[in-house]
């Protein structure tokens, strides 16, 4: 990393898009609430989309570090990187809960 506004401003792209992904992973879950569960579906998509933009930036990191570039760690990079793991964590759960009223549903059209 070059500069500490590029750090900077990585760091908030990393938070943007994984602020992304878990809107579009709670979304999900309201929708598979509703039984829409092609769309719900379809959000998870939508959040995996974000999240390879997320990884991008915290690829670049890695990256920077293993060729010999020392990193900063500031405190918005860490809440960029525990905004991302946050975000996965509901992305998980999102399926999971998709899977879950799935299953709820196929219980009740057998009633």
Same mark, same amino acid.
Not at 30 to 48: G, S, T
Not at 75 to 85: F, W
């Given at each position: ?50 999240? $390879?933009?997320? +990884? ?7 990256? @920077?570090? %293993? /060729? ?11 809440? $960029?990187?525990? +905004? ?7 992305? @998980?759960? %999102? /399926? ?16």
């Amino acid at each position: 990393m070059e500069t500490a506004e590029d750090m900077q401003m990585l760091s908030f792209n990393i938070i943007l898009h994984a602020g992304n992904a878990r809107s579009s992973a709670m979304e999900a879950i309201a929708l598979a609430k509703e039984y829409k569960f092609d769309d719900a579906r379809e959000k998870i998509q939508e959040a995996d989309q974000e999240f $390879a933009k997320a +990884h991008h930036g915290q690829t670049k990191l890695l990256q @920077d570090e %293993a /060729n010999g570039h020392k990193n900063d760690v500031t405190v918005i990079l860490v809440h $960029a990187q525990d +905004h991302l793991m946050t975000a996965m964590t509901v992305k @998980d759960l %999102a /399926n999971e809960m998709i899977d879950m009223y799935e299953k709820m549903k196929r219980l009740e059209d057998k009633q």
